[in-house]
C-alpha cells in the first residue's frame, strides 16, 4: 500500500468512522508508513521501531511522538517552525495545525492552549499530543532550552512528560553568534545570564523602544539599530556559540533521542539563491533525520523549489550594528581574531 493512496484512506476514515474505527485505521497508518516494503515519498523509519515508538493512553490508542525543535530566540526560529510544517505536510506527514510553537515554556505556560491552572505543563503536552495522535496527526512544537536539574516543578514536568511520550528532537541554531547578540539587543531581550548586552538605537543614535515589534513596523522605526557593549561582546559571543554543545548534552543526560545539530543559516540559504538549493536539503535531510524520519534529497529540493530566491541574503552588518567601527576594531585584535562573523 503505497502513502498516499493509504493515507487519502485514512483522512476519509478519521473524519467520518466512530472512534474505535478512527484509532484502527491510526494504527494501520503508523503500519504503513513503517513497513520497509512501502514505496513512499516519505517513509518513517522502520516497522519494528516504530512500534517501538508507540505508547498506550488508556483504551484510547497508539499515541504518535511528538517533534521538539530546540531553538533558542533570535536564531530564526519562526522560518524554521514553519517551514519545517510545510515541509512535513509536502512530504505526506499529517501535521497537527497548531496555533503557537511555544508550547513547552516552563517560564510561561499559559502559552499553550492546553494549560491549566490547576495542573501543569506536563499535562498541557499529554492533552496537546493526544488530541493530535486521536486526528492521526504529529505535533511540532518548539522549546528554546532543555534544563537537566531544572528546580521549577512546570519543567520537571514537563520532561517527564515528553520522555514518556518518546519526543523526537532537533537542535536548530544559528552559526554566526554576532548576528544573534545583534537581534537580541534590537529586540531588548537579555541574555541567558540576564545580562543586557547593550541597547537599541535609531540612526542618529538615540535610544530606541520600538523593542520585538520592530520586526512588524516599517520606515523609521524598521531601523532600530544594536549599540553593542564592547566589554563584554566576548563573553557573549562565547555564551552564544556554546548553547548547541549544552543543549545536545542536557538532552543526552535526560535520554532524548534525535539531538542532531542543524544550523539556520544552512536551513535557509536557498532563498537567497538557487545555487544554495543542495546545501538547504542537505541540511533539512539532517533535520529530518534527527526526528526518525526518512527522504530522499531529491523529494526535498522539489518542495523547497518553490522558496528559491524569495529573499535577498543577509546585508551587512552596518544596516544594524551602530558602534561598528569599535566592533570591528575589537574583533580583528588578536585576542580574538574574529573579523570572520563580520560581513560588509
Known amino acids: 500500500v503505497t502513502l498516499h ?24 497508518l503508523l503500519l504503513a508508513l513503517s513497513a520497509p516494503s512501502a514505496r513512499a515519498l516519505f517513509q518513517v523509519s522502520s516497522f519494528t521501531s516504530q512500534m517501538q515508538h508507540m505508547r498506550k493512553l488508556d483504551h484510547k490508542g497508539a499515541l504518535i511522538p511528538p517533534f521538539m525543535i530546540v531553538q533558542r530566540a533570535c536564531t530564526g526560529s519562526s522560518v524554521v517552525f514553519r517551514t519545517a510544517k ?30 491549566r491552572p490547576d495542573g501543569d505543563l506536563g499535562d498541557a503536552m499529554r492533552r496537546a499530543v493526544t488530541e493530535a495522535s486521536d486526528a492521526g496527526q ?15 516543578l512546570n519543567e520537571q514536568a514537563l520532561q517527564r512528560a515528553l520522555l514518556s511520550m518518546d519526543t523526537r528532537t532537533v537542535i536548530v541554531h544559528r552559526q554566526n553568534p554576532l548576528d544573534i547578540v545583534t537581534c537580541e539587543i534590537r529586540d531588548c531581550f537579555k541574555n541567558y545570564q540576564g545580562i543586557p548586552e547593550g541597547y537599541p538605537v535609531d540612526e542618529k543614535g538615540q535610544k530606541d523602544e520600538t523593542c520585538f515589534a520592530r520586526r512588524n513596523e516599517t520606515g523609521e522605526s524598521a531601523k532600530t539599530k544594536a ?19 549544552k543543549m545536545k548534552e542536557a538532552l543526552e ?8 545539530v542543524v544550523y539556520y543559516e544552512d536551513l535557509v540559504s536557498h532563498e537567497y539563491s538557487v545555487a544554495n538549493l543542495g546545501r538547504s536539503s542537505s541540511a533539512w535531510k539532517r533535520f529530518l533525520s534527527s526526528l526518525g524520519l526518512k527522504a530522499e534529497q531529491k523529494d526535498i529540493e522539489n518542495v523547497l523549489r518553490k522558496d528559491v530566491g524569495k529573499f535577498p541574503p543577509p546585508g551587512p552588518h552596518s544596516e544594524v550594528i551602530y558602534n561598528l567601527p569599535g566592533v570591528k576594531e575589537l574583533l580583528a585584535s588578536e585576542a580574538m581574531s574574529r573579523g570572520n562573523l563580520l560581513r560588509g
Open 5 to 28: 493512496s493509504f493515507s487519502a484512506m485514512a483522512e476519509i476514515s478519521l473524519l467520518t468512522f466512530p472512534t474505535m474505527y478512527r484509532h484502527l485505521c491510526h494504527a494501520l
Open 86 to 115: 510545510n515541509l512535513l505536510a509536502e512530504l505526506g506527514v499529517a501535521v497537527y495545525p497548531s496555533t503557537t510553537k511555544e508550547l513547552a515554556r516552563p517560564g510561561a505556560p499559559e502559552k499553550n492552549p492546553w494549560y
Open 138 to 152: 504529529v505535533l511540532i512544537f518548539n522549546t528554546f532550552s532543555v534544563k537537566p536539574s531544572s528546580d521549577d
Open 227 to 245: 549599540y553593542i557593549d564592547l566589554e563584554h561582546l566576548p563573553e557573549f559571543l562565547r555564551t552564544a556559540e556554546q548553547y548547541p554543545t
Open 253 to 260: 543526560e535526560l535520554g532524548f533521542k534525535g539531538r542532531r
